[in-house]
């Protein structure tokens, strides 16, 4: 409210807050802590690029910086390339607000009621609804089709691109949100193996154990880094 002037803003402007209000929602209803979503944060450093000066400067800017570059990238595909794990995540960021406030099918009326009227303070002072809330944790019951007995353990040893292609399902997406990125937390039913010629897998648990150096060099695999996120980048409880 009196932020910025919406008459004048240019589309990148208007855009760059449009990214702040969707982290916002997301925080609000997914229990996000801190300035910047964790999952953001593990897909600056996935990603090892930044998307502007301003977002280099300020890391809890890159999100609403990547809003900006979302609208006026010339080609979607040519920014899943350059930043995927951003990519990614802000699907599922978008993904959320539009469960929560789906577009309307029919035309608006002319004249609508002030109680459908949505306020510029909506955000800030309505308290989100529980239903779309996803609790940080793999449901082991989930499978990903009724043929299958393929569940989030299936979908988090998938490779990046087929994973990220799993996640855009909203099941999917709801069911296994550690295997998706989508909050920190370790999954404790993640086995990894221990050495490259061995059966011995061991878990999150057994890696929280080790020495920095340990967990530096096992955290260097993204299936390791999905599974055992807070292990590996730790999170804001």
Known sequence: KNYIDTGTASIGVLMHEVGHTLEQHRRLTHGDGGVLNPAWRRAIECDDVRTSGYGNNNEWEDLAEFSRLFTLATTKNSLADQSPERFFVWDGTVAIAQDAYPPEISAPSAAPSASSSPTEDASLSVAPSPSPSITCVNNRTYKVSE??????????????????????????????????????????????????????????????????????????????????????IGCVD
């Open 147 to 232: 043929a299958s007995n393929k569940g989030c353990a299936w979908v988090m040893l998938k490779p990046e691109e087929r994973r990220q292609k799993l996640c855009r399902n909203k099941s999917t997406l709801s069911n296994c949100p550690i295997s998706c990125g989508l909050c920190c937390a370790d999954d404790e039913t993640f086995r990894f193996k221990h050495k490259k010629n061995s059966d011995t897998k061991k878990t999150c648990s057994w890696l929280r154990n080790k020495n920095k150096k340990t967990v530096k060099k096992y955290c260097k695999k993204k299936k390791v880094k999905t599974g055992c996120a807070k292990t590996c």
